[in-house]
């Protein structure tokens, strides 16, 4: 017998507590950004980046990527929807029928610019090389947008239009009678694809090459995978455009992308992580903390014998 569709109707709420549901989607996007944090802690220590620089970033870019992808999806996708006297609150409100149900629209175009944003911020503060971070920062972020393009598949969003394709997805729970292209798994797999190869590329060189030389096909790479999907896609349909909504935002990351790519090949760009150097005074700080964990450490030893 040959599968012709796949009936997807999977709860997208993986248990609940009280009016508490945690939903496949918000628990895969925890996972993502455990996963990412430790993966760059490693990148860090392997690369003798004190770890309290990443502690602080952790606050930036988590804000930066939940703030930036919330405001993406509710300004660049239902605007009409969002910005009314009625629901311009359900912006940044994570309830549903007094149940907790997390942000479910979320948009990786406005993730981008949110971290592209705090970094700078980041930048100004600490001194460090935004360009060497983010040539690390991307391969975590394909990790995570494979986890958030899962939690959409169980939510039965974001699907594509009608195929005959024998990996077709019904969404049953969206009224859906007819297989759909269930582009969510799409991006999954390809991020998933991206974030191996760009570990993989990481690894070889041992974080060895010119700032710049990954983030720049990173973005290159990930959006021109979006622009295509986009074609099978049905929401963000622009009146008049043969493009949609998603296309014509992936474009000036991918032009952005060869323009970065082309800089780093010439070494236009900032090489490694402090190019202006450290901050003396903050390292002094963090320093005189460490000495004064460790002499606690050993008045606690001392007691005990």
């Known amino acids: 017998m040959i599968l012709n569709a796949i009936r997807w109707n999977i709860d997208p709420v993986l248990f609940s507590i009280g009016s508490f549901d945690v939903r496949y989607y918000s628990l895969g996007f925890l996972i993502a950004f455990v996963l990412g944090y430790y993966i760059i802690k490693w990148m860090f220590k392997r690369e003798k980046v004190r770890g309290e620089y990443l502690d602080s970033l952790l606050v930036y870019v988590f804000l930066a990527v939940l703030i930036g992808a919330r405001l993406g999806h509710c300004l660049f996708y239902d605007a009409k929807y969002f910005l009314t006297s009625e629901h311009w609150v359900e912006i940044f409100w994570p309830f549903e029928n007094g149940h907790f149900?997390?942000?479910?629209?979320l948009a990786s175009h406005g993730a981008a610019f949110g971290i592209l944003i705090a970094l700078w911020l980041y930048q100004k503060k600490y001194r460090m090389n935004a360009w060497w971070f983010l040539d690390r920062l991307v391969i975590v972020v394909a990790l995570g947008g494979a986890f958030v393009r899962m939690g959409n598949v169980f939510n039965s969003e974001i699907y594509g239009c009608e195929t005959n394709l024998p990996?077709?997805?019904i969404f049953v729970r969206e009224g859906e009678t007819v297989p759909k292209h269930p582009t969510g798994l799409y991006?999954?797999?390809?991020?998933?694809i991206i974030f191996a190869v760009s570990l993989w590329y990481y690894c070889r060189k041992k974080g060895q090459f010119k700032t710049g030389t990954l983030f720049g096909w990173w973005l290159v790479v990930l959006f021109g995978v979006r622009f295509l999907i986009e074609f099978v896609k049905t929401n963000g349909v622009i009146e008049g455009s043969v493009l949609l909504k998603g296309q014509w935002l992936s474009i000036p990351f991918i032009v952005g992308g060869v323009v970065i790519a082309w800089l780093a090949r010439r070494g236009k760009l900032p090489q490694g992580p402090f190019p202006q150097g450290e901050d003396k005074v903050r390292v002094a700080k963090w320093i005189a903390r460490?000495?004064?964990?460790?002499?606690?450490?050993e008045l606690k030893k001392n007691k005990k014998k």
């Open 101 to 105: 149900t997390g942000f479910q629209g």
């Open 167 to 169: 990996w077709g997805f």
């Open 187 to 192: 991006e999954a797999i390809s991020y998933l």
């Open 290 to 297: 460490e000495k004064e964990e460790l002499k606690k450490k």
